[in-house]
């Protein structure tokens, strides 16, 4: 598995790109609609686990630009390993929203 880490500058270009949709009652954590560059998440989550699926979905389209494959279990494990380890990175996403 090829990783190419999150940055701030990542996060950026990314969130230019993409609006971030709550949405309540919703059958998934998260996903994103490529039709109109939005990334939803299901906001009936507990705040860690809004944090993980915010990340989950980043990370989802960050290696998507570079067109590197991963599994949804690789993209989870990442996006835990970002939640636990950088929570300033977490508090930089949240500043854009």
């Known amino acids: 598995m090829m990783k190419i880490p ?10 230019n790109e993409w609006d971030v949709v709550y949405v309540k009652k919703h059958k998934l954590s998260g996903y994103v609609k490529p039709e109109n560059n939005k990334i939803i998440i ?14 989950h979905e980043i990370l989802h389209l960050h290696y998507g630009n570079k067109n590197i494959f991963h599994t949804d279990l690789q993209i989870e494990m990442e996006a835990r390993y970002y939640y636990s380890k950088k929570p300033d990175l977490l508090e930089f996403i949240y500043s854009f929203l």
């Not at 500058?9 to 969130?15: D, G, M, R, T, W």
């Not at 299901?42 to 990340?55: C, D, M, P, V």
């Open 42 to 55: 299901n906001a009936n989550q507990s705040t860690k686990e809004l944090g993980i699926t915010l990340f």
């Open 6 to 15: 999150l940055t701030r500058k990542s996060i950026i270009e990314i969130l």
